[in-house]
């Protein structure tokens, strides 16, 4: 191991090369613009349009009438600033917010329901798995920190220390956690005496802190939220399998619920986190090619049981050290999403973990009409909220349609309900995707029976779901590049692509690439092509292809 | 306002009287005994007549062989000293354990169980009362703290401070969060404009810190973790209703769910938290009739709204400052359910938060019998958990029956299902109630048909939780005594007991019956006695009765 990073972390920032914007826009990293701020005489005459119609194409003639006219919007275009569109996301859909402290975040309710989601999932099939969770205390005493002498060296930079207790000066300064490692291997030397302890399997949900010096909402935080599960072992085979089994669970989590492809591998030696043996990571790709690691599952080996001394008496009687893992998810993964299916309309969730899957939006303009609209769209509501899914009916007399048409839009709900006078009539509603835009996602006259209504729903979510892994897919493949050379990696980088090729070059060729193109081996990646490979860098024999990209 | 403490908190330390048993046994909280003490070699008669018996009487004597020969067994009989008992269930049971750091805590994974189904409900009622989570920083700076004079009257003795951080001595310290009413009006005058963001309402769960110097399992730890509610208003009106409907959830939780028969009511001005209009409480009485603060409501008026400029326009263009709420209840809750219902065998779970509600035994002597009696004990454990039970089957080969018997006893497993070689040839179990010791407790011949069964432990478990409440109302109710003097209050107090009068004295008269009798007014009680009442202290008309008693 060349370099000691931290351990277990979601982030690299050591090596991570922040973009411009990001820079620019430090520390304040959220611009203060609100959806307040829509300007309502512009909408003025959407207002109009939108309330007179019902189940006809107009109200998607209005729609990309007000939709398509960007000086309304204050979401940035994607692809004109992807650090500023993602900001304004995140401001917009009220995701997030400053904290007083730099670089703390307020995750406010909408943005924590996607954590939610997230928790929701990851609990289940942590239990399933065999762990239980539990807590440990976020102060850790400071020697506690240098036990371990890479772990020392890769946090010691970014601690927060309590120095002061009660009024009084602290005899021993107190880490705030940015890791549990430490404690929890003090822990674990109390508990397991025996081969009969083993496995010990645990996870906590917790925050923990870390000084970075460049932040950004959700991707790096002086606080975050995540899990962190450690467990012990008898044999390092069976961490082994663990530390795989992990970073599984988090790759179905990924492709199935999040629609993220990731590429799930193992770190290079360069960027194996310190005193693991190996990490398995899983890689995304963002919307603007960067990567993101989005989960790590570490083999720790011995590591923390020889710096604490954590040993158990085998079936022979003999003492040995026990074998670790530590893996961990964070609200990380929330920013993941964001960067991964948002466009210029603002966030697109995947219906699994939407905290609202389907918006209904009652539509009426005589007040004759009124209430006939809103108690067919109360009922619709009831109906989809009896048959599972989350509903939210925005009956607001403050907004038009077509205001609320782009708002939940811009929230990145999954499928829209609209419900006017001539719907009511016919006993129909009419449904439009999120992600795909215009008419082309518009159906009209779905009838209001209530297991039709729902089967349709259940389809299209699921419709929904996967093209959002689709699309991501396509995007991920058509910009992965396969190389054979450093002259061809160096072309895909600076193209923005991601370059995968065969290495087995050293780790200072390896850093050679980080300082010349700004891309790190983010991976290598389970899945391997067949047949010889000869080292892009060297051209030696080579083992594996690796992929080269620049990252969050 | 008189005495101003703190806000919101769930412990009163400036005014606890700490035990002579719990100062003999700080700062070491936890006495290191395990259950892994038990000495083998005592268990060994009970091993062999354990294992020889089935559905017979046979095993309850074996049972009150192991179990009632006091020497083996770690746990501190209760009667003898609640504190250690209290410990030892805590260390043996395996619900905590020392954190590194002076005064806190690791929840072990059984411990943090019954937190989980503590949230589990409540993050539901909060939900279904209108409330979203979401999640504010830790940090505060400190000027925050200083802006509400009674609020950094009584937090700032306990406060643990950040001030360094990335290895630089901060400019401002941080104040790592007692509570978040601060951090949460900074956030909400920038949220809250006009009377449409209202009311807006909020919950987080999150871990917290008071730097307590005497500390207790449970009770009260240096940090610990909780839910805070807190909302703004439009009107007093609402956010009194608010802080009204909060302690009602938290009543409701008290009685149905931990079967613990809290007392609601009003803090008195002296016990009031610092910036609240009202103080609600609930009030338990624990096995050694002293009283827990198990939850509080506060309506805080526009304390924090005027010192942080919380306002908002309304609906005819008035700035007016917001009425707020906030409300908790934390991890201390485990705490007053073991000390509400465990007894000399150890803890006793209500079944509603039982993290196992029932425990199968197999029982066998001959290798012919093992597979038989294993698989019936499976699949009686896969129908329970089939009708939605949880269940734990103990088929290890390393313990006696007698020994799991005492084993799940301890750890206040509802109910026991005990199956042998005879229960396998007649197709039915045994099941023995957790809350009623030996054969009263015990019902032979229960078949084992599915719906038979199911419906049986349904009804058993109702049973015992109905049970558990009635008891603890019983106890509660026997040890409450109406005074209409001071010398009579005085009586009761030196009993030990509660006692409840009519008061409308003065403030200093309170804190003297504080000093006199080391007795508190827990609360008005929401449930008054009709009649003309007379004060007991000063003879003058008072309007309640109030309920004086020491307290945790």
Redesign the interface.
């Known amino acids: 191991m060349v370099v000691c990073l931290r351990l277990p972390s979601l982030t690299s920032s050591l090596f991570s090369s922040a973009t411009a914007n990001s820079l620019r826009r430090s520390p304040s990293f959220l611009r203060r613009r609100s959806i307040?701020q829509l300007p309502p005489s512009t909408l003025a005459a959407a207002r109009f349009s939108a309330q007179g119609t019902a189940a006809t194409e107009e109200r998607a003639d209005e729609k990309s009438k007000s939709g398509a006219n960007s000086q309304e919007r204050v979401i940035t275009p994607r692809s004109q600033d992807f650090n500023a569109w993602y900001l304004d996301i995140i401001a917009n859909a009220e995701l997030a917010?400053y904290?007083?402290?730099r670089g703390?975040?307020?995750?406010?309710?909408y943005?924590?329901?996607i954590w939610?989601a997230i928790q929701e999932y990851l609990n289940v099939k942590f239990k399933e798995t065999g762990h239980?969770?539990?807590?440990?205390?976020?102060?850790?005493?400071y020697s506690?920190i240098e036990k371990e002498a890479s772990h020392v060296e890769g946090f010691?930079?970014?601690?927060?220390?309590?120095?002061?207790?009660?009024?009084k000066e602290l005899e021993e300064?107190?880490v705030?956690r940015p890791t549990s490692e430490t404690?929890v291997n003090?822990?674990f030397t109390?508990?397991i005496?025996s081969y009969?302890d083993l496995p010990l399997m645990?996870n906590q949900w917790?925050?923990v802190?870390r000084?970075e010096?460049r932040t950004k909402p959700f991707v790096r935080t002086?606080?975050f939220?995540w899990q962190e599960g450690h467990t012990a072992h008898a044999t390092l085979e069976e961490a082994e399998n663990e530390a795989i089994q992990m970073i599984n669970v988090y790759t179905k989590f990924a492709y199935e619920q999040a629609a993220i492809p990731v590429i799930a591998g193992r770190k290079s030696r360069v960027e194996t986190f310190a005193g693991a043996s190996r990490t398995y990571t899983i890689e995304a790709m963002m919307g603007d090619r960067k990567a993101l690691q989005a989960g790590t599952s570490h083999n720790l080996g011995q590591n923390f049981s020889r710096a604490f001394g954590t040993q158990f008496t085998d079936e022979n009687g003999q003492r040995l050290h026990v074998w670790q893992t530590s893996w961990a998810v964070s609200t990380r993964f929330v920013g993941g999403i964001i960067m991964t299916h948002g466009d210029d309309a603002g966030l697109m969730l995947p219906p699994r973990l939407a905290p609202i899957q389907v918006v209904i939006i009652p539509i009426w303009k005589k007040d004759d009409d009124k209430t006939g609209v809103l108690n067919a769209a109360s009922s619709v509501k009831d109906l989809l909220q009896t048959a599972g899914f989350k509903v939210k009916l925005d009956d607001s007399d403050?907004r038009t349609p077509g205001w609320k048409f782009n708002f939940w839009e811009m929230k990145g709900v999954p499928l829209r309900i609209e419900i006017g006078p001539r719907d009511v009539s016919s006993g129909s509603v009419v449904i439009s995707r999120r992600d795909i835009p215009g008419k082309q996602g518009k159906v009209f006259g779905i009838s209001m029976e209530p297991s039709t209504l729902a089967a349709y729903v259940k389809d299209k979510l699921g419709e929904i779901q996967a093209s959002l892994l689709g699309h991501a897919t396509l995007f991920r493949d058509s910009n992965i590049v396969d190389v054979s050379s450093y002259d061809e990696l160096k072309v895909a980088i600076s193209q923005g692509k991601w370059a995968r090729g065969p290495w087995s070059a050293s780790d200072e060729d390896e850093l050679k690439v980080k300082e010349e193109t700004g891309a790190t081996i983010r991976c290598f990646p389970f899945e391997q092509p067949q047949g010889i490979k000869t080292c892009l860098m060297t051209g030696n024999p080579a083992e594996e292809v690796a992929i080269f990209a620049k990252s969050y």
Chains 1, 2 share one sequence.
């Open positions: 307040r917010d904290g007083p402290v703390t975040m307020v995750i406010r309710p943005g924590y329901a939610e239980s969770n539990m807590y440990f205390p976020q102060f850790i005493p506690f010691s930079p970014e601690l927060a220390l309590v120095t002061i207790g009660g009024g300064k107190l705030v404690i003090h822990m109390q508990w005496h009969r645990v917790a925050n802190t000084w010096m002086l606080e939220l403050q």
